[in-house]
C-alpha cells in the first residue's frame, strides 16, 4: 500500500532533520550552512505533506485498488515517496552521518570538496521537484480521485459491509452446514451452562474465515432460551460506543418492552445507566462479535454488569489481546480443520446435489489437491467448493481451476467474500505492521520464519521505529507479536523457555498479499517457474530456489532496494557486479547458499546498504571496500570460506551482528569442530556490536573485548587459560549478555570463568574445567544463574557428579552433557529440575547407570540419549517420566536394544534407535 512507502520516508526524512547538523556548522561553511536550512526547511514542508497524505490514504478503502483511475492516482504518489527516500539517503550520505568525525559532521574532508556541493544543489533541485509533484498530485485528486468516493460500492464502509453481511451469512447455518465443530461446540455449551453463578467472559478467537461467528451463532441459537434475556451485537472497526449501546438494549428489551425507539434520543450516559439498571437483575447472554480493540470490550465492561445471576458475556475476535479479557480457561482458540473435516465440508459444498456428497474417483485427485490448497480454512473450503459445484463435473475443468486457483481467490467475483474478511484483517493493520506483514509473502508458501533471521531483516529495511530505551531488535520482536497476535503470523514453534522462534503465514493470506505486493510495486518473487518472472516493478526482490542465471527478473535493477536468494543453489549469479554498479541505494543483500567465489569492489558503493548476507558461498575474501560500508548493521559471512576480515572492517560502527563461524566437523566429534574469525587491531571500535559469532581469541582482541558493552551474542574460540582473566573482566562489562559460548584452544586447556551475567539464559562451554568450578562459579550459582535457562558443558572431563551443584538452577529447561563427566552414574533426585524439557547426553563412556526419582524433571519432554557405550540396563524410574513427546536411545549395540525392545515399562512409549557403527 503506498501510506506504507511515504511512512517510510517520512522516517527517513526525520532522521535526517533529527540531526541537526546546521546547527554544528562553523562560520567557514556558512555558505553552506545557509543552502543546508533551505534545504531542510524545504523537507520539513514535505514531511506535512506527506503526514496529511499517509493519514489520506489510511482511510482509502482497499476496494478502490481496482478502480483504474485510484490506481493511477497511487503510481504517481507511490513515485514520489520513492523519490523521496532515494533523495533523503543521498542527503544523510552527503553531510556525513556515516562518516562523522567527533561531533561536528562538517569536518569530514569530502564535504570542503566542490563535488559536494555540486551533490547539494542538485539534492535541492530534487526537493524542489518533489514538491512540484506533491502540488501537481494534490491538484489530480481533488479533480479526479474524490469523484470514486461518489460511488456507494467504493466507500470506506464497504468492506465492513461486506464483512457483517458475510457473518449475518453464518448466524443462519444450520448443524448440517458445520463441520468439524463438534468439541468445540462442547465445549462452549458446557462453559455456558455451568452451575457457577459468577459472571463469566468467554472468547473465540482465531484469524478470519475459521467459523467462530458460525459456532458462536450455533451455539447462541440452542442455548439462549436458558437465559433471562439475551443479546448478539455484531461489532465493526467504525463502531460507535453509543450505537453499540443502543442495540445491546434493543436486543436484551425486544420481548420485554415495546416502542423503544426512544433511544435514539438518549445520550451515551443515558444509555449506559438504562443498560446497568436493566442487567443488574437479570440472567443475561451477550455475544459481541468481531471485536477489534482492547479498547472497545474496556469501554463497554463497565457498563456489562458483573451480577451474581450466572451471566454470560461471549465475545469472537481476531485479536489476541482482546481474547486476554476472557475468565480465565474460558479462551477457545480455533484451529484450521484436519485434512478428513476439511474434505467432508468441501464434499458437502462441491457435491451437494449428488448421492452422500461423494466425490466421483476421477476427480478425487484434483479435489484433494484443492482442498489441500484451502488450508482448512472453512471460509475458503465452502465458498470454492460452491464455485466448483455449479461447474462441470469433468477431469479438465477440475484440473484448470487447480492450476489456476490462486488467480480465481484474487479476481473471481464469487469469492469476494474470501479476500473481504481477509482484506478487512490488513486494513486495519497500523501502517508500521503492513510493510512487515506483505515483506513475509515474498517468502515462499509454507516458509519457516526464524524470529532472529526476521528481526534483522525488518531492521535493515526500516521498518522499525525507536521506542524509549528499547533497542531495534527488541521492538521489531514486538512487532511479531503483534502480528502473532492479530493472527497475521502463525507461531509454530517456541524455545524450551517459551520464547517465540518460528511463524508461518496461511497460503490464503499469502496469496492476498503477494496480489498487494505486486499492485503496490511493494516486492516481486521470482520462482524460475516455466522461466517466468512477475511483470511489475518492485523495490524488493526474493528469489526462490534460483536454477539457472538469468537477468530477467532484474529489470528494474536501478530501483532496487533489496535482493534476497532462497534455498541452497548451484547456478551461477553473474549479475552482481552490475547489481553493485546499478542499485545504488540497495540496502539488503542476502546471497546465502549460492556458489560465489569472489565479491566485487564495487560492492563499496552500496552506501545505503544495511544487511550483507554471503552465508554458505565459497568467497574467500572480502574487498577492502566493505569498510566504506557505513551503514551496515549485519554481515552474515557463516559457513563462508573466509579466514581473515580486512582490516577496515573496524571502521562499520553501526554494525550490530558479525557471523563468521564455519562447522568444520558437523557431527561434534572432535574436540576442534568449528573455526572462527581473527578481527585486526580495532575491535573496540566495534560499539554497537550485539552479536560477535564467532571471534578466535588472540591477544589483541581479547584485549579491547570488553570495549563491546552492547553484546547481547558471543562465541569465543580458541580460548587458552592464560585469556580467562581477562575475559571474565571483559564479560563483567556486558551487562546485557544473554548467550555466551567459550571454547577452549585444546582439550588439555582450563577454563576458568568466575564472573556473575545476570542477564545470562543461554550458556556453553567446550573444554576442561576446574575441578570445584561447578561449586565455586557464580555463573552455577542459585543466585548468579537465576536466569539460565539452557546448559551444554562438553569436554568438561569432570570426575564428581555435576547434578547437585546443578540443581539449584531451578529455571533451567535444557541440560546437555557430552563428554562432560567420566562417572559411572547419574541420579537425578526429587525435585530436581522442575522446569527442565530437554535432557541430552551424549558420549559419556563410563556411565552406566541413569535414575531418576519419582518427582524429578516433571516438565520434561525429551530424553536424547548417545554413545553411552558402557550402559546396559534402561535408566532406573524412566517410568516416572513417561509419556514423553520424544525418547531417542542413539548409537547404541544390538544387545542394549535388545534389552530395550523386552522392557515392558517402554510398551506404549514411542522410542527412536539407532545403532553404532
Not at 99 to 118: A, E, M, N, Q, T
Not at 344 to 351: E, H
Request: aromatic share 6%; proline share 3%.
Amino acid at each position: 500500500m503506498a501510506e506504507i512507502v511515504i511512512l517510510l520516508a517520512i522516517k527517513k526524512i526525520g532522521i535526517a532533520l533529527a540531526n541537526g547538523v546546521v546547527n554544528q556548522a562553523g562560520t567557514q561553511l556558512a555558505k553552506y550552512g545557509t543552502q543546508l536550512l533551505e534545504l531542510q526547511a524545504s523537507m520539513n514542508r514535505l514531511v506535512r505533506e506527506l503526514s496529511v497524505m499517509h493519514d489520506v490514504l489510511c482511510q482509502m478503502d482497499i476496494r478502490n485498488q481496482n478502480n483504474e483511475i485510484y490506481e493511477s492516482w497511487l503510481e504517481g504518489v507511490r513515485k514520489v515517496a520513492h523519490d523521496m527516500e532515494d533523495m533523503v539517503d543521498e542527503y544523510l550520505y552527503l553531510v556525513g552521518q556515516e562518516h562523522d568525525i567527533g561531533c561536528c559532521f562538517y569536518l569530514k574532508k569530502g564535504f570542503r570538496k566542490p563535488s559536494s556541493l555540486v551533490s547539494l544543489n542538485r539534492i535541492a533541485f530534487k526537493v524542489k521537484q518533489i514538491e512540484e509533484d506533491l502540488t501537481h498530485l494534490a491538484e489530480i485528486k481533488n479533480r479526479w480521485v474524490t469523484q470514486i468516493n461518489n460511488e456507494d460500492t467504493n466507500n470506506s464502509n464497504y468492506i465492513v459491509r461486506r464483512a457483517q453481511d458475510q457473518a449475518n451469512m453464518a448466524r443462519s447455518l444450520d448443524d448440517q452446514d458445520l463441520v468439524g465443530v463438534y468439541e468445540n461446540r462442547e465445549k462452549l455449551e458446557k462453559w455456558l451452562a455451568n452451575d457457577d453463578f459468577g459472571h463469566s467472559v468467554i472468547a473465540l478467537l482465531g484469524m478470519g474465515g475459521l467459523g467462530k461467528t458460525a459456532l458462536a451463532a450455533n451455539v447462541y441459537k440452542k442455548e439462549r432460551e436458558k437465559f433471562q434475556c439475551h443479546a448478539w451485537v455484531s461489532i465493526s472497526q467504525t463502531f460507535s460506543k453509543e450505537d453499540v449501546l443502543r442495540n445491546i438494549i434493543k436486543e436484551l428489551m425486544k420481548d420485554k418492552v415495546s416502542g423503544l425507539s426512544y433511544t435514539a434520543d438518549m445520550d451515551i450516559t443515558c444509555l449506559e445507566e438504562t443498560l446497568k439498571r436493566f442487567l443488574e437483575q437479570q440472567k443475561y447472554l451477550i455475544v459481541l462479535d468481531d471485536v477489534w480493540t482492547p479498547e472497545l470490550f474496556d469501554d463497554l465492561s463497565s457498563v456489562l454488569t458483573r451480577n451474581d445471576k450466572g451471566s454470560r458475556l461471549i465475545i469472537t475476535t481476531r485479536e489476541a489481546r482482546v481474547a486476554a479479557h476472557a475468565s480465565q480457561g474460558h479462551i477457545l482458540t480455533l484451529e484450521a480443520l484436519e485434512k478428513d473435516k476439511a474434505w467432508d465440508l468441501f464434499c458437502k459444498k462441491a457435491f451437494s446435489r449428488d448421492t452422500n456428497h461423494e466425490c466421483p474417483t476421477e476427480l478425487k485427485l484434483l479435489s484433494e489437491e484443492i482442498v489441500n490448497k484451502c488450508k482448512g480454512l472453512p471460509l475458503v473450503i465452502v465458498l470454492i467448493g460452491s464455485l466448483l459445484r455449479v461447474r462441470e463435473k469433468t477431469v479438465e475443468e477440475w484440473r484448470r481451476i487447480n492450476v489456476q486457483l490462486s488467480w480465481e481467490l484474487i479476481n473471481n467475483s464469487s469469492l469476494r467474500d474470501i479476500r473481504n474478511v481477509l482484506y478487512l484483517s490488513f486494513i486495519y493493520l497500523p501502517t508500521r505492521l503492513k510493510g512487515c506483514f506483505l515483506y513475509c509473502s515474498l517468502f515462499p508458501e509454507d516458509y519457516l520464519f526464524k524470529r532472529k533471521q526476521l528481526v534483522r531483516l525488518f531492521i535493515a529495511e526500516g521498518f522499525i521505529e525507536e521506542r524509549g530505551e528499547s533497542t531495534l531488535e527488541e521492538v521489531a520482536e514486538g512487532y511479531l507479536k503483534e502480528l502473532i497476535d492479530r493472527n497475521m503470523l502463525q507461531l509454530v514453534e517456541r524455545n524450551t523457555f517459551g520464547r517465540m522462534k518460528g511463524f508461518r503465514m496461511h497460503d490464503i493470506l499469502r496469496e492476498l498479499a503477494v496480489d498487494l505486493c505486486q499492485k503496490n510495486c511493494f516486492g516481486v518473487t521470482y520462482e524460475n517457474k516455466c522461466g517466468g518472472s512477475h511483470q511489475k516493478d518492485g523495490r524488493r526482490l526474493v528469489l526462490h530456489k534460483l536454477k539457472s542465471d538469468s537477468q530477467q527478473p532484474f529489470s528494474n535493477m536501478h530501483q532496487l532496494r533489496t535482493v534476497i536468494t532462497l534455498g541452497v543453489s548451484k547456478s551461477s549469479f553473474t549479475v552482481l557486479p552490475l547489481l553493485c554498479n546499478e542499485s545504488r541505494y540497495m540496502t539488503v543483500l542476502e546471497l546465502s547458499g549460492l556458489p560465489i567465489e569472489k565479491i566485487p569492489e564495487a560492492i563499496g558503493d552500496l552506501f545505503n546498504l544495511r544487511h550483507l548476507g554471503l552465508s554458505h558461498t565459497k568467497v574467500k575474501k572480502l574487498p577492502n571496500s566493505v569498510e566504506k560500508l557505513s551503514n551496515l548493521l549485519t554481515l552474515d559471512l557463516g559457513g563462508s570460506d573466509i579466514h581473515d576480515l580486512p582490516s577496515g572492517i573496524v571502521k562499520l560502527k553501526k554494525l550490530r551482528h558479525l557471523f563468521a563461524e564455519r562447522v568444520t566437523n558437523p557431527q561434534g566429534k572432535e574436540f576442534k569442530c568449528r573455526s572462527g574469525m581473527r578481527i585486526p587491531s580495532g575491535l573496540g571500535n566495534l560499539t554497537s556490536l550485539q552479536t560477535l559469532q564467532a571471534l578466535e581469541a588472540q591477544d589483541e582482541s581479547i584485549r579491547h573485548l570488553g570495549e563491546l558493552r552492547q553484546l547481547r551474542s558471543l562465541r569465543l574460540l580458541n580460548v587458552k587459560g592464560i585469556y580467562c582473566g581477562r575475559i571474565n573482566e571483559s564479560l563483567v562489562e556486558m551487562q546485557h549478555l544473554s548467550y555466551l559460548h567459550v571454547s577452549s584452544s585444546d582439550e588439555n586447556e582450563v577454563l576458568l570463568l568466575n564472573v556473575c551475567l545476570p542477564n545470562l539464559q543461554k550458556l556453553s562451554l567446550r573444554g576442561r574445567l576446574a575441578e570445584g568450578a561447578l561449586d565455586e562459579s557464580p555463573l552455577f550459582q542459585a543466585v548468579g544463574g537465576h536466569s539460565l535457562h539452557m546448559l551444554s558443558l562438553r569436554w568438561s572431563q569432570l570426575s564428581e557428579d555435576p547434578l547437585p551443584p546443578l540443581s539449584r538452577l531451578s529455571n533451567l529447561t535444557n541440560l546437555q552433557f557430552s563428554r562432560a563427566y567420566n562417572g559411572e552414574q547419574l541420579t537425578f533426585l526429587t525435585g530436581w529440575f522442575p522446569k527442565l524439557k530437554v535432557l541430552e547426553l551424549r558420549d559419556l563412556p563410563n556411565l552406566k547407570r541413569l535414575e531418576a526419582q519419582q518427582g524429578a524433571m516433571v516438565s520434561l519432554e525429551q530424553i536424547i540419549l548417545v554413545n553411552l557405550s558402557s550402559m546396559t540396563e534402561v535408566p532406573s524410574g524412566i517410568e516416572f517420566l513417561l509419556p514423553l513427546p520424544y525418547l531417542a536411545f542413539l548409537e547404541i549395540t544390538n544387545d542394549f536394544l535388545t534389552v530395550l525392545c523386552q522392557c515392558s515399562v517402554l510398551e506404549g512409549q514411542r522410542s527412536h534407535y539407532s545403532l553404532r557403527d
